[in-house]
């Protein structure tokens, strides 16, 4: 599935380790509830209505450096929430690199808006796609709806001009853990689920994003009775009672050493997943020999990660970095 010929360098997670106890004065974070249970209300107010004049001022052209966005596509039929929105670069010529964005549980596609803009304006597609998420739905649900996301983009790809040599995948939080799992499956067929496009057979995933996610669903148990009850409840019973279910679930059971570049990010006041999950993913792939950068930012909570500037500039250098043009 993976690219032939791997890039290796250090991850330093031994450094990150140390730094995160430093910073934190040795505290462990200790999660109360589910992660995806804590995602804030918005504060934002409605906007007010307003009357339209009765000679309109005509609409102005689009600024050639915003996105052409296209809203509420559907990639699968089985459940309204498989559909996604693509924000695709107005003067972006020839065949454009794509990032398809997870966002977190219990959230939506609109949470990457704004990522959505700012990567179009840099020449990438973006897909921006929803899926079926705890607390609705539990696992597989989520891991098919990924893949037939990306089985879209690759299915789509003469008709909306996307480079498949340049694929990439990114999420957040759950997101995160299924942007993981895009990266580490090889045989993805038990996912295959009622999706209507399908994969190539090899090399789907250029490289990968994660923010927050869980890696390794057993050792995240161990870390709170939140975290516990969230892992019991997305994966339909205990670690005692579904262990293959666990394992299948948790994306460091995949790695093989064939997995893509991987850049893996978690905030270092994330009180939701400890940055531990990251740490060790991070650790699991340097150890395969698989090109991976983990980056921790002491001052960002589990949801300040994805609004963090030097997460957004971190993440367009990895991309950037990997195209093959």
């Known amino acids: 599935m993976k690219p032939g010929k791997k890039q290796f360098y250090s991850v330093l997670v031994k450094a990150s380790v140390l730094f995160l106890t430093l910073a934190s004065g040795c505290a462990k974070p200790e999660p109360t509830t589910p992660p995806e249970e804590l995602h804030p209300a918005s504060s934002t107010p409605a906007p007010t209505p307003t009357a339209e004049s009765p000679t309109s001022t005509p609409t102005p052209e689009p600024s050639p450096t915003q996105p052409a966005i296209i809203k509420n596509i559907e990639y699968g039929s089985s459940a309204k929430e498989q559909i996604l929105d693509l924000y695709l670069p107005r003067q972006a010529k020839g065949s454009r690199p794509v990032v398809l964005m997870l966002?977190?549980?219990?959230?939506?596609?609109?949470?990457?808006?704004?990522?959505?803009?700012?990567?179009?304006?840099?020449g990438y597609a973006v897909v921006s796609s929803n899926y079926r998420g705890w607390p609705q739905n539990g696992y597989p649900l989520d891991v098919e709806d990924a893949f037939c996301a990306l089985a879209w983009i690759h299915s789509h790809a003469a008709e909306y001009n996307f480079d498949t040599g340049n694929v990439f995948v990114l999420g957040h939080s759950s997101g995160g853990t299924l942007a993981a799992m895009l990266g580490v499956v090889d045989a993805p067929s038990q996912y295959r689920g009622t999706c209507l496009h399908e994969l190539p057979k090899a090399n789907w995933v250029q490289g990968v994003i994660t923010f927050t996610g869980i890696f390794d669903y057993a050792s995240a148990a161990q870390a709170s009775g939140g975290l516990k009850s969230y892992a019991e409840a997305l994966l339909g019973g205990t670690l005692e009672e579904k262990p293959e279910t666990w394992a299948d679930a948790s994306a460091i059971t995949w790695i093989d050493g064939g997995e893509p570049p991987f850049l893996v990010l978690h905030g270092g006041a994330d009180k939701n997943i400890p940055p531990e999950q990251s740490v060790n993913f991070?650790?699991?792939l340097e150890n395969a020999g698989v090109h991976v950068e983990l980056v921790i930012v002491p001052d960002a909570d589990h949801y300040k990660i994805t609004r963090d500037t030097e997460s957004i500039e971190t993440t367009l250098a990895f991309l950037n970095g990997l195209l093959r043009h």
Not at 107 to 122: A, Y
């Open 282 to 284: 991070a650790q699991a």
């Open 103 to 122: 966002h977190e549980g219990n959230g939506s596609k609109e949470q990457f808006v704004i990522w959505g803009n700012m990567f179009s304006q840099e």
